[in-house]
T-cell receptor, first 113, second 111 residues
Framework: SAVISQKPSRDICQRGTSLTIQCQVD?????MFWYRQQPGQSLTLIAT?????????ESGFVIDKFPISRPNLTFSTLTVSNMSPEDSSIYLC??????????FGPGTRLTVL | RKEVEQDPGPFNVPEGATVAFNCTYS??????FFWYRQDCRKEPKLLMS?????NEDGRFTAQLNRASQYISLLIRDSKLSDSATYLC????????????WGLGTSLAVNP
C-alpha cells in the first residue's frame, strides 16, 4: 500500500491569508485526490489532481479558491486561498493505484480565525 | 436527497454484541461498494469491499442488494477497538474512479 504524508499536519491561520498543503507519496500513482471533511460532515471531493495538466474540480469548488499543483506522479499541493472561518476543516489527500482501495494521507487540520 | 445515506447513530453497544449498519445509495449505475473505518481525528481506512455475493472477513460481514440499492455491514462479537465511525462508500460507473461518501455511522462499544 502507498504511504502518504501531508504537511503541515495542522495550522491556525488568519482570515484573508493563504495556506499551501503538501502531499507526498512514496510511489508513483496515477490518480491523486483532494478532499475536505468539515466537522460532522462526510468527506467531500474538492478536485482530482492531474499530472501535467489542470486539476478537475467538483461542483462548488473553483481553481481561484483552491489552486492545485501536480508536478509529478508522487507529489501534489493544494492551496486554500483568501481563507475565511468557513474554510476551517480537515483537508485530506488520497491516491488510487488502480486497485479497489484509496489510501489517505493523515490530513491537515486547518483552523481559520 | 444525498447520493449515499447512512444512519449517523451513535450506536452504543456492549462488548460482545452484534451490530448492523445499513446504507442506501441512489445512483443505480454505481459500480463498486466499500466500507471504510475512520477513527477519531484520523484518516479513513478501507475496512472491506462489498461484493454482490456477500463477503466475510473475520467478525465482519458485508452484503450488497443491488435491486434495493442497499449495503449492510454486520459486526459480530464487538470489541472495544471496534469503536469508530463506519463510512459507506460508493464508486460511480466510469473511469474517473471518484468515490461518493456517506456521512458515517458512529459506533461506541462499551465495556
Amino acid at each position: 500500500s502507498a504511504v502518504i504524508s501531508q504537511k503541515p499536519s495542522r495550522d491556525i491561520c488568519q482570515r484573508g491569508t493563504s495556506l499551501t498543503i503538501q502531499c507526498q507519496v512514496d510511489s508513483q500513482v496515477t490518480m491523486m485526490f483532494w478532499y475536505r471533511q468539515q466537522p460532522g460532515q462526510s468527506l467531500t471531493l474538492i478536485a482530482t489532481a492531474n499530472q501535467g495538466s489542470e486539476a478537475t474540480y467538483e461542483s462548488g469548488f473553483v481553481i481561484d479558491k483552491f489552486p492545485i499543483s501536480r508536478p509529478n506522479l508522487t507529489f501534489s499541493t493544494l492551496t486554500v486561498s483568501n481563507m475565511s472561518p468557513e474554510d476551517s476543516s480537515i483537508y485530506l489527500c488520497s491516491v488510487d493505484q488502480g486497485t479497489d482501495t484509496q489510501y489517505f494521507g493523515p490530513g491537515t487540520r486547518l483552523t481559520v480565525l | 436527497r444525498k447520493e449515499v445515506e447512512q444512519d449517523p447513530g451513535p450506536f452504543n453497544v456492549p462488548e460482545g454484541a452484534t451490530v448492523a449498519f445499513n446504507c442506501t445509495y441512489s445512483n443505480s449505475a454505481s459500480q463498486s461498494f466499500f466500507w471504510y473505518r475512520q477513527d477519531c481525528r484520523k484518516e479513513p481506512k478501507l475496512l472491506m469491499s462489498v461484493y454482490s455475493s456477500g463477503n466475510e472477513d473475520g467478525r465482519f460481514t458485508a452484503q450488497l442488494n443491488r435491486a434495493s440499492q442497499y449495503i449492510s455491514l454486520l459486526i459480530r462479537d464487538s470489541k472495544l477497538s471496534d469503536s469508530a465511525t463506519y463510512l459507506c462508500v460508493v464508486r460511480r460507473a466510469g473511469n474517473n474512479r471518484k468515490l461518493i461518501w456517506g456521512l458515517g455511522t458512529s459506533l461506541a462499544v462499551n465495556p
